[in-house]
């Protein structure tokens, strides 16, 4: 695990070229110079140096980020922008009171035990194993990353198992912790490095895909799961399971004609998929919404710590997929779910759903 000294060299590679402004998406809503990487990397420059100390302002700047990693995308220098507002976040939480509280809530023990209490209290939580067609070595063999999410409510889970009923799959299911996404975005490294010591060894062996229905899942496993991490990842491929029903044979067909579109979320690494999967459904028209590729504003604990300006980003999201005038609004992201919901507050909306849960709804798959 990384301290914030580590990434000393990689904070004064950043040339202060503004690049990251044109990109943040809380930077165009602000104009505040915080919002940005390159202003984050002058107050943690300052603390390496001594001359400031982590204090619940510097807190505040670095909470306000989406962690969308466009900036880091975007810059120039490759700089590891999530990875450095992570080990600081860290630094400070680490003996603070609230961060002791968290570290104790997202514990093995009680975390996983709050899960459990979920899916004891949902009925609708038990699904069937999903086995090949045939029992030969012809089909294909899918490691699937459940997520906690479905822990809580198997919606999605539920759906990609009916439709992959419709393929000659075999779909294995392990024990994974959670990604550690949640871990991250509260500054609790410790347990995001646990969680991701489990869940690379139980990716260990011989599939074709490793898929999840929770963009920020697929992201975790991709930032995680890379060569230096396991040698066979590389080899592997860790995908939407969206992305995988694309590239098959098989279309949807819906009855009723439908009019649909598509937020991509920020932890989504690409939506090239979209298009050819609703290539793929019958009766079914694309409209891409304006913006489509801009946060939703939930970003887990954002949206707590900057409930004003999530809100703002919520409505702004919520009209640009309005105005597309789609009968179902399509996501990869629970959390974006909620943002969308959120954004349409007291409003009359279309339905909002999960694309492998609208792909359930197909009158026939052939």
Same mark, same amino acid.
């Given at each position: 695990?990384?301290?914030? !000294? ?14 990251? #402004? ?13 919002? /940005? !990487? ?8 300052? /603390? ?28 120039? !220098?490759?700089?590891?922008?999530? #990875?450095? +507002? ?21 514990? &093995?023990? /009680? ?7 979920? #899916? ?42 009916? /439709? ?52 920020? $899942? ?25 992305? +995988? ?24 690494? !690409? ?8 290539? %793929? ?20 604990? +954002?949206?707590? %710590? ?29 959390? $974006? ?12 909306? &279309? ?16």
């Amino acid at each position: 695990m990384r301290k914030l !000294s580590d990434f000393t060299d990689d904070i004064n590679k950043c040339s202060k070229c503004g690049k990251c #402004q044109e990109v943040c998406p809380i930077y165009k809503l602000t104009g505040n110079d915080c919002a /940005v !990487s390159r202003g984050k990397f002058l107050m943690l420059q300052g /603390v390496l140096k001594g001359d400031l100390k982590l204090s619940k302002t510097i807190e505040k700047y670095l909470d306000l980020c989406l962690k969308c990693g466009k900036c880091e995308d975007f810059c120039p !220098s490759g700089i590891h922008v999530c #990875q450095i +507002f992570n080990a600081a976040k860290y630094e400070y939480v680490k003996n603070k009171f609230y961060g002791k509280i968290t570290r104790f809530l997202q514990s &093995p023990k /009680v975390f996983n035990k709050m899960l459990n209490i979920f #899916q004891k209290n949902n009925r609708l939580t038990e699904t069937k194993t999903l086995k090949p067609a045939h029992d030969d070595e012809h089909h294909t063999k899918l490691l699937y990353f459940k997520g906690c999410a479905n822990i809580i409510n198997p919606k999605s889970e539920r759906a990609m198992k009916k /439709v992959l009923s419709n393929f000659d799959v075999e779909l294995i299911e392990k024990n994974f912790d959670c990604c550690g996404v949640p871990f991250l975005s509260s500054g609790n490294l410790k347990r995001y490095e646990e969680a991701k010591k489990h869940n690379l060894e139980l990716l260990k062996g011989d599939y074709d895909y490793i898929v999840t229905d929770c963009a920020s $899942c697929e992201s975790a496993l991709k930032d995680y799961a890379t060569p230096d991490c396991y040698k066979e990842t590389d080899e592997l491929y860790i995908v939407n399971i969206c992305h +995988f029903l694309a590239i098959q044979d098989k279309k949807f067909i819906f009855k009723k004609p439908l009019k649909v579109t598509f937020h991509k979320p920020c932890h989504l690494k !690409s939506d090239a998929f979209i298009r050819p999967l609703i290539g %793929r459904c019958i009766n079914v028209e694309y409209i891409e919404a304006e913006k489509h590729d801009e946060c939703c504003g939930f970003a887990g604990e +954002f949206a707590l %710590r900057n409930p004003k300006l999530s809100l703002k980003m919520m409505r702004e999201k919520a009209q640009n997929l309005a105005a597309t005038g789609a009968d179902i609004i399509l996501t990869s992201c629970p959390a $974006c779910i909620i943002g969308i919901q959120q954004g349409f507050l007291g409003k009359k909306h &279309p339905k909002i759903m999960n694309i492998i849960e609208f792909l359930a709804l197909a009158d026939e798959i052939i």
